[in-house]
């Protein structure tokens, strides 16, 4: 069973950076494509990005394209998110997620997706 477990939200100011990572634990992670989403208060869960199996493939949402990079480290079971000029729009609670497909490219649906974390808060002020 995989399971999965975000860190690195918190307060930043509109154009700072923070990095989240997804510690991910099971056998099988390094088979699983991955994603971020988000879900801001009152609003429906967003998609943000996601990564192949291997990291050969990286998809992302609109509103974060040019601005966010997601990466993995099969070898440390890790997910990563790097988000830079963040806006106050960004605020949300960001939850990693794997998809049980094995060798997948990965996915902006989140209901392709078979495990959740948790989900850290990132708050941007203006």
């Known amino acids: 069973q995989e399971q999965l477990a975000e860190s690195g939200g918190g307060l930043v100011q509109a154009g700072g950076s923070l990095r989240l990572s997804c510690a991910a634990s099971?056998?099988?992670?390094?088979?699983?494509?991955m994603g971020w989403f988000r879900q801001a208060p009152g609003k429906e869960r967003e998609f943000v990005a996601a990564t192949s199996w291997n990291g050969g493939r990286t998809l992302y949402g609109d509103s974060v394209k040019g601005r966010f990079t997601i990466s993995r480290d099969n070898a440390q079971s890790t997910l990563s998110l790097q988000m830079n000029s963040l806006k106050p729009e960004d605020t949300a609670v960001y939850y990693c997620a794997a998809d049980r497909h094995y060798y997948g490219m990965g996915s902006s649906r989140p209901e392709e997706y078979d495990y959740w974390g948790q989900g850290t808060q990132v708050t941007v002020s203006s």
């Open positions: 099971g056998r099988t992670f390094s088979t699983f494509p």
